[in-house]
């Protein structure tokens, strides 16, 4: 059974940070890449960052250039997004994604809300 289960989001003020975590199961975690997506109120997801499956690329949205960091963790099963700097605007809906050719695999999310 595939799982991927995200956690490590919260409340943060604004320039604070948050280290949100994604454990995955049930699949060839090695051979997957990985991505976090975002989903903010009344808009659609969109892609926040995206690792290779050994780690060795990423690629960011423009919007998140700079503060945020993905990394994963193979020996783990395990794919990180550090976020500093954060902005009102990053205020959204977290999800982890798994992509293999035609498998894709989600998370159910997690909350990140930057408010003072």
């Known amino acids: 059974q595939v799982q991927l289960v995200e956690s490590g989001g919260g409340l943060v003020q604004p320039g604070g940070s948050l280290r949100l975590s994604c454990v995955a199961s049930?699949?060839?975690?090695?051979?997957?890449?990985m991505s976090w997506y975002r989903q903010a109120p009344g808009k659609e997801r969109e892609l926040v960052a995206l690792?290779?499956?050994?780690?060795?690329?990423?690629t960011y949205a423009d919007s998140v250039k700079g503060r945020f960091t993905i990394s994963r963790d193979n020996a783990k099963n395990t794919v990180y997004l550090q976020m500093n700097s954060l902005k009102p605007e990053d205020t959204a809906v977290y999800y982890c994604?798994?992509?293999?050719?035609?498998?894709?695999?989600w998370g159910r999310g997690t909350q990140v809300t930057v408010s003072s």
């Open positions: 690792i290779s499956d050994t780690g060795g690329w990423t």
């Open positions: 049930g699949f060839t975690f090695s051979t997957y890449a």
């Open positions: 994604n798994a992509r293999f050719m035609i498998s894709d695999y």
